[in-house]
């Protein structure tokens, strides 16, 4: 089984460019957390999608950062203008989206964004 | 913020058990203890996780404390490549995952 997939590993932007993040979840997940780690502290959830629907968006800062998960494709993480603070590794998990304690996330490789 | 306290490093000796402590005291009924490491530079990875009893799998054990304020993660016998972070974290079914600070294992030859 493939795990959950993230591309491209390592990402490098200017400062005031664009990037975007892509997530492919497990094979039969159907839902899809995005989290920020920055250099040396632990990880911080920012959104939880559903296929064509946002979930949580409670730990997403409130400008330039945008999420979706459309009924094809990847779930994609969107930073519009990037600035130096938004250096970090970004991890994408997945989960089934079952009840009963089955809800156990499995995290991707990450992407690691570097802004110059 | 996180609902677990873990201490911040400890040291295994190579083949020996790892036995990695953690409290949740405030912890609720419906809340579960997850466990999850991350290995330098790499994402997360699920442990084990349980809600009241005993859970063992081919990874680890789970040992939950009967009153359920602590639990404890045990790697019958750690290897060079146990060496990771590794977290605590209690939540009940559609909350979110919060991870503190974690545990940092240290196996050592």
């Known amino acids: 089984n493939a795990g959950v997939m993230q591309n491209p590993r390592h990402l490098v932007r200017r400062r005031g460019q664009e990037a975007r993040l892509r997530c492919s979840p497990m094979k039969g997940h159907s839902h899809v957390y995005w989290y920020r780690q920055l250099p040396e502290e632990g990880l911080k959830f920012m959104v939880y999608l559903q296929k064509e629907n946002i979930i949580d968006e409670s730990g997403m800062p409130k400008e330039r950062f945008s999420a979706e998960f459309p009924k094809e494709g990847p779930s994609i993480l969107r930073i519009q203008q990037v600035v130096r603070g938004d250096s970090a590794a970004y991890f994408c998990?997945?989960?089934?989206?079952?009840?009963?304690?089955?809800?156990?996330?499995?995290f991707g490789p990450g992407t690691r964004l570097l802004v110059l | 913020d996180a609902k677990t306290t873990q201490p911040p490093s400890m040291d295994c000796a190579e083949g020996r058990a790892a036995n990695l402590p953690c409290n949740h005291s405030?912890?609720?009924?419906?809340?579960?203890v997850y466990w999850y490491r991350q290995i330098h530079s790499q994402g997360p990875q699920y442990i084990i996780h349980g809600l009241k009893n005993n859970e063992t799998n081919e990874m680890a054990s789970l040992i939950i404390t009967e009153d359920r304020k602590s639990s404890t993660l045990i790697l019958p016998h750690a290897t060079l490549r146990d060496t990771a972070v590794y977290y605590c974290i209690v939540r009940e079914d559609g909350q979110n995952f919060v991870f503190g600070p974690g545990t940092r294992l240290s196996v050592l030859p």
């Open positions: 405030t912890i609720s009924g419906n809340e579960y």
């Open positions: 998990a997945s989960s089934l989206g079952t009840q009963g304690g089955l809800e156990t996330q499995y």
